[in-house]
């Protein structure tokens, strides 16, 4: 959870530590009930359609089940008007509720980590507004460009590409957190990790490529970002050293 830009954008927003703990508290057990309220959802959507004999949709390309196709095809071909129309727009607010944040956070942090616009002494003249939309439209058509070419070559489902996804960019983050948790002792050669950092996916990558002759036909799957986190904490480990007091987390 803390790993989370949108999540820690709003602790950043508490004046306080005992808030910022509050609202942690607080939105885990929101966060939760919206999960399986959702999972519910899904799972009653599967209920329908087997009771009323509608399969899952086929993919043009692969011609395999596509389970994300499953939620449009009951609302547009198997309901009335009104739940499709609901559908629509509760599929519109979704994504902008999470599409808006992550470009807003590739906007801000291209600005400032790239082009260092936190340190201009007048950050809001014209030009430096000018570069801030540029930016901001230039990863809206990347995030396009992206958008499409999923779609144009996955042929799982989203939430499957997506924690596959996951399982290669978290891992290391998830290891980082760790390590700066659990360790206090150790502190790292900061000059190191950014390899660290790229080679535990690497190792990752392979042990999921070649998982079934290494393991005895053995397919990995969610749990790759444990391993990808595991890799990641042992290499930040290696090449640690004892932290002084001023290099003590």
Request: aromatic share 12%; hydrophobic share 50%; charged share 10%.
């Amino acid at each position: 959870v803390g790993l989370d830009q949108d999540l820690m954008q709003k602790n950043l927003s508490c004046a306080t530590i005992g808030e910022a703990q509050k609202n942690m508290y607080v939105f885990t057990g929101i966060f939760l009930l919206i999960n399986i309220f959702f999972l519910s959802v899904g799972a009653l959507l599967y209920l329908y359609a087997e009771k009323n004999g509608i399969s899952v949709p086929l993919d043009a390309t692969s011609g395999l089940p596509r389970t994300d196709l499953l939620f449009p095809e009951i609302a547009f071909n198997h309901l009335s008007l009104i739940p499709a129309i609901i559908f629509l727009l509760g599929l519109t607010a979704a994504t902008f509720a999470t599409t808006d944040s992550a470009l807003t956070a590739l906007t801000t942090s291209f600005c400032v980590d790239f082009l260092n616009m936190d340190k201009q002494t007048e950050p809001d003249n014209g030009k430096s507004v000018r570069t801030r939309h540029m930016v901001h439209i230039g990863f809206s058509l990347l995030m396009l460009v992206v958008i499409m070419i999923i779609y144009w070559m996955n042929n799982d489902s989203v939430v499957s590409l997506i924690f596959k996804i996951a399982a290669f960019t978290y891992g290391p983050l998830l290891g980082l957190y760790a390590f700066g948790l659990f360790v206090k002792t150790k502190t790292v050669k900061n000059n190191w990790v950014p390899l660290i950092c790229v080679l535990a996916p690497t190792i990752t990558f392979l042990i999921s490529a070649y998982s079934a002759e290494l393991f005895g036909n053995y397919q990995f799957a969610e749990e790759l970002i444990i391993i990808n986190g595991g890799l990641t904490f042992l290499g930040l480990f290696i090449i640690s050293k004892p932290a002084t007091g001023t290099t003590r987390f």
